[in-house]
């Protein structure tokens, strides 16, 4: 991993500042912590309101209480903010149709990654996953949606700030207690969620800590196929005139789901947060905080299936094995029922179990050396550590006619038929001819074993200068060296029987006797147990056996090259931004206008690999590259008071995001055996995201707790990552090393590759519009009780193309969120909910655009509600998700073949929260 070392230009201008002490930021208002939503609500609409560029913000409705169960939840009740489920959870942001790599986020002002885990494995992006923390632990959240000079640079969508609380956000002292009880309706378990905080400060020193806890246990039900498949060439089901007749050409040309199974899987998580403050008012100018943050979330993710294998599988072992029965075409030809036999079934019991540490502190230092001449510094550093295993057992029950089979004797039943019926494709079936639950019946067949280790270092150091040219004009000034490094190493024990129940001898394989390493393919009750999940019984392999086929010694690790990977970036960044805020014709006017200088320094580590076969063992190769890169960013931001009431915005700026990790993997995998010879590069000359982007919005605040806006905008992004069309290649010409060819470099050496990597692509063009209403409804007729009512709600539209005409993933022309809330003197109740369209989460997920997939609408519905017993004990009340909103994908937009249809259903919380 780096150190970090501070550049001189960093260090000269942090020794001048050395004998003055370091000031407080000026641009962040003063927490208001009330126990009122509607109170939060008017604090996010002042900021809205006194910001330059375009901001929206979340204040902690109360101590330690933010108003939903989880960040991005929350996140998502911002215009122009769509958020991505996840194990039944809101995990990630695209703003604006940007996915979450696209957008930045910081913690108490310090740019950071929180690394994790999901349901396609781990996250390997330098996306944001919100999932880490706990919601309590944050007393105000902001999305700044244009930028400025004197902001840091690495945002192409937003940059999402959030911070935990300091103590002199409080006066005096402060202590708060919350403790509630989740019911999980999915799963009928409850588990506790406990969350306090403790605040003591004066006017000269204050401490501050605050803890988090909770646990879940969530399931995800339904169905899912893993993606359709078209039969062609010679690879079609076997369909006999007797059963087919005419129809033989139809049916072998249909699409067949390639796992057509039940999901039932369970996510069971524990999650720990703590955050300290410290704060010293050294002098009325000078202002001390040091902030230290520690989050720790431990989950295991069970996924048992049960499925019809073959329909994975191409040639002899695959669609050329089985045989129609019946069947049942419609006109998109899909074949959406059908009667299979001869078909392989596979026992599968994957789980997951990861762990994800995030640490980060910070010292913010400012000081006031006169009433026009201010500065700041800042130090911080942050570190995220993610340890995942990913262990599957396979046991399989093969087709007479598959020669694959190893055990030796019959099974109880051969019986190898599947019957599926996705006629209905939110809520398929599925059945099978044999007794599933019957150990007899099965064999051990694969094992695989995936352990993946990732860390993610931030360290940065900030100076910035103030100065009042004169009233109503300030020059700002700064320097900032930030340092990321990314390390990420992959390992596997994959490997099925028959590969391991094998002896290479002189590059001959040679198959042994049914014996791996004493491993035997025969299954008995004591190799696992008799499980129910969805629906279904089945004999479900044991978990435990893991360790049996490790020590083994025939499953050993192996590295993974496109998953084993460093990225190290040094960024030195510098900007002037003269800002202003005076009088214009009579009116207010505030405008910032700058320029920041980002100077990049990046080396990109990976492996060269050759993959292994039968015969052929893995050949890796380290491989190191360095390059630097520079970007001018100017920007400018207008707001004009029009009246005292409407505000007109304007901003203009050129932005940037870093690429992908994943696109900067130098690496390569080299595959020598097969049909088809073929070389798959990384690329780290891979451009930055860059963009131009503009808005314009009109914002009319009728009264001091009422908005309506409107803001227009438009980013016009010059690249994005794509494939470069394959090359045929000799390898001689590639410049690699024939030591990766091993044996086969003199046989080799002239071969012809195919050749492909990532390149610069083209651009996209993004435009839309946020409309936002907000308003407490006092001016209803009726009793005062009337009057308690109160409306948040906001609509987005955005629209985007890619230069190739084709459309954009991960973005919902349309999405809203409404809520209505009451509040009384004592009872405050409120309902929410949160739309996002279709989007595209996969533009080709399979070989061919008929497989592009697609994210169905979903609309999530929640309510709170609590009740002030006194002064200092309130009763809390909660629903998430309360008509269990499923999320269902699809393939091939008018077609909708299912993809996956899980429903994670509602959840309901009921706690007390106590102040001291």
């Known amino acids: 991993m780096k150190k970090f070392t501070v550049k001189p230009l960093v260090l000269a201008v942090s020794i001048a500042a050395l004998p003055c002490t370091v000031y407080a930021q000026n641009d962040v208002e003063e927490v208001v912590i009330t126990g009122s939503y509607a109170q939060s609500l008017k604090n996010a609409l002042n900021v809205k309101r006194e910001s330059t560029g375009m901001v ?86 902001d999305v700044a949606k244009t930028t400025s000079a004197e902001q840091e640079d690495g945002s192409l969508g937003a940059t999402v700030s959030l911070r935990t609380g300091r103590p002199f956000d409080y006066d005096g002292f402060t202590a708060v207690s919350n403790v509630e009880m989740g019911y999980y309706d999915g799963s009928g378990s409850t588990k506790p969620r406990a969350s306090g905080l403790v605040s003591f400060s004066n006017d000269v020193v204050g401490f501050l800590a605050s803890v988090a806890y909770s646990e ?48 039932d899987k369970v996510n069971d998580q524990d999650r720990l947060g703590v955050t300290s403050s410290f704060q010293w008012q050294i002098a009325d100018a000078t202002l001390l905080s040091v902030d230290g943050l520690y989050s720790k979330i431990d989950v295991t993710r069970d996924e048992p299936f049960m499925e019809a294998i073959s329909l994975a599988r191409n040639d002899a072992t695959g669609m050329r094995q089985m045989s129609v029965v019946d069947y049942t075409v419609d006109n998109n030809m899909t074949l959406v029922q059908a009667e299979i036999q001869d078909a392989d079934f596979r026992s599968e019991a994957f789980r997951a179990d990861w762990a994800s540490e995030f640490t980060q502190l910070s010292v913010d230092f ?17 570190e995220s550590v993610l340890d995942n295993r990913e262990v599957t057992v396979i046991y399989e029950h093969f087709s007479s006619n598959d020669t694959r089979k190893e055990l030796t004797t019959a099974y109880a039943d051969a019986s190898d038929t599947v019957t599926w019926d996705f006629t209905n494709m939110k809520s398929p079936s599925v059945e099978y001819s044999f007794d599933t639950a019957n150990p007899a019946n099965w064999e051990f067949s694969e094992y695989r074993d995936r ?48 590969a391991a129940d094998t002896t290479v001898i002189n590059g001959v394989a040679t198959a042994n006797d049914g014996n791996a390493c004493g491993i035997t393919p025969g299954v008995t009750t004591e190799d696992g147990f008799i499980k129910t999940a969805g629906g279904q019984t089945f004999f479900y392999p044991d978990f435990n056996r893991r360790s049996e086929f490790l020590a083994s010694g025939c499953w050993a690790y192996e590295p993974v090259a496109g ?65 630097d890169y520079s970007d001018t960013l100017p920007s400018l931001n207008l707001a004009y008071n029009l009246t005292d009431e409407l505000v007109l915005r304007a901003s203009a700026a050129e932005v940037l995001a870093r690429p992908e990790l994943g696109d900067l993997n130098p690496g390569a995998a080299i595959t020598t055996f ?29 009264s001091e707790d009422a908005l309506l ?14 494939n470069s069309t394959p090359l045929n290649v000799i390898w001689s010409e ?183």
Not at 253 to 258: A, F, I, L, Y
Not at 366 to 382: I, L, V
Request: charged residues 20%.
């Open 216 to 263: 879940k246990e969530a399931p995800l039900l339904g169905g899912e196929t893993g993606r359709w498949n078209q039969q062609a060439g010679s690879n079609r089901f076997i369909c006999p005139a007797a059963n087919c007749g005419a129809d033989a050409t139809l049916v072998r040309s249909s699409w067949h789901p390639r796992f057509p199974r039940y999901a």
């Open 734 to 916: 590639t410049g690699l090393p024939n030591s990766l060819l091993g044996a086969q470099a003199s046989s080799l050496q002239n071969a012809e590759f195919a050749y492909t990597k990532r390149i610069n692509g083209g651009g996209a063009m993004i435009e839309g519009a946020e409309l936002s209403w907000q308003q407490q409804l006092s001016f209803l007729p009726g009793p005062d009780w009337v009057h308690g009512f109160g409306v948040q709600a906001n609509y987005t539209y955005v629209d985007a193309e890619r230069d190739s005409g084709s459309p954009m993933d991960n973005l919902s022309k349309d999405s809203y969120n409404f809520t209505l809330y009451w509040e009384g003197e004592k009872f405050q109740a409120r309902i929410s909910n949160a739309y996002r369209g279709e989007y595209y989460s996969t533009i080709s997920s399979g070989t061919t655009l008929w497989q592009t997939r697609v994210i169905d609408d979903t609309n999530f519905v929640g309510v709170s509600a609590s009740y002030d017993v006194n002064e200092q004990l309130k009763i809390t009340f909660k629903g998430v998700n309360i008509f269990d909103e499923p999320v269902h994908e699809y393939e091939t937009e008018g077609v909708a073949r299912m993809v996956r249809n899980h429903s994670a259903g509602a959840s309901y919380f009921i706690g007390g929260t106590y102040k001291f």
């Open 366 to 382: 400012s000081h006031e050396f006169s009433d026009n001449f201010r500065m700041k510094a800042f130090a911080g550093m942050t």
């Open 563 to 627: 998953n084993t990977r460093q990225v190290e970036e040094e960024v030195l960044s510098y900007y002037l931004q003269l800002s202003v805020d005076t009088e214009l014709f009579g009116n207010r006017f505030r405008g910032n206008l700058g320029v920041r200088e980002a100077e990049t320094d990046m080396t990109a580590g990976g492996v060269l690999a050759t993959a292994a076969s039968a015969t052929v063992p893995a050949v890796v190769a380290p491989v190191v590259v360095k390059r």
């Open 56 to 141: 929206d913000s979340i204040f902690a409705e109360d101590v330690g209480k933010f108003p939903d169960q989880n960040l991005s939840e929350s996140l998502g009740r911002i215009p122009g903010v769509a958020i991505a489920q996840d194990d039944g959870e809101g995990r990630t942001i695209t703003v604006r149709g940007l996915g979450d790599a696209y957008s930045m986020v910081t913690v108490n002002g310090l740019q950071g990654q929180s690394l994790a885990a999901g349901s396609n494995g781990v996250r390997t992006s330098r996306a944001f996953d919100f999932n880490v923390f706990a919601s309590e632990l944050f007393s105000r959240l």
């Open 451 to 498: 352990d993946y280790d990732a860390t993610s270092d931030s360290d940065m150091f900030r100076v910035d200068f103030e100065y009042d040219l004169a009233e109503g004009f300030t020059a700002k000034a700064g320097v900032t060296q930030k340092s990321y490094a990314y390390d990420l190493t992959h390992i596997q024990a994959d490997k099925a029987f028959g």
């Open 709 to 722: 806006g409107l803001t227009l905008f438009q980013k016009d992004v010059e690249s994005f990552p794509t």
């Open 674 to 702: 097969g049909s088809t010879l073929k070389i798959n590069e990384g690329n780290p000359y891979i451009d930055p995201f860059r963009a131009k982007a503009y808005d314009l919005g009109l914002e009319w605040y009728y």
